[in-house]
Nanobody, 125 residues
Framework: QVQLVESGGGLVQAGGSLRLSCAAS????????MGWFRQAPGKEREFVAA????????LYADSVLGRFTLSRDNAKNTLYLQMNSLKPEDTAVYYC??????????????????WGQGTQVTVSS
């Protein structure tokens, strides 16, 4: 499927904000449901957020609901994750994910055709 490249990770103080970007290349970008997963040291990969083709439906993990906002700009072939009120437990490698003709619910369940390389987010206390 599409090629995905994440950017925007870094070090931030607790309570601060970061915006992650995922640039995609490939045909029919607007037909891809997309999302983010993360993996912290010593923990399993976990779902963070997912968005439908049109952007009208979004899903969030309970741990980030109300703090993170997922959006997409299909004209720019780019997915964004705005992260506010960051906590130390948000520290992880964040991976962009996409699957053609999938739904946001399918992304949440791990139905992923393409993965990015990951970007490190570190939140200090």
């Amino acid at each position: 499927q599409v090629q995905l490249v994440e950017s925007g990770g870094g070090l931030v103080q607790a309570g601060g904000s970061l915006r992650l970007s995922c640039a995609a290349s490939g045909r029919t970008f607007s037909s891809y449901a997309m999302g983010w997963f993360r993996q912290a040291p010593g923990k399993e990969r976990e779902f963070v957020a997912a968005i439908s083709w049109s952007g009208d439906s979004t899903l969030y993990a309970d741990s980030v609901l109300g703090r993170f906002t997922l959006s997409r700009d299909n004209a720019k072939n780019t997915l964004y994750l705005q992260m506010n009120s960051l906590k130390p437990e948000d520290t992880a490698v964040y991976y962009c994910a996409a699957d053609r003709w999938a739904t946001a619910t399918m992304i949440r369940s791990g139905h992923v055709g393409s993965w990015g390389q990951g970007t490190q987010v570190t939140v200090s206390s």
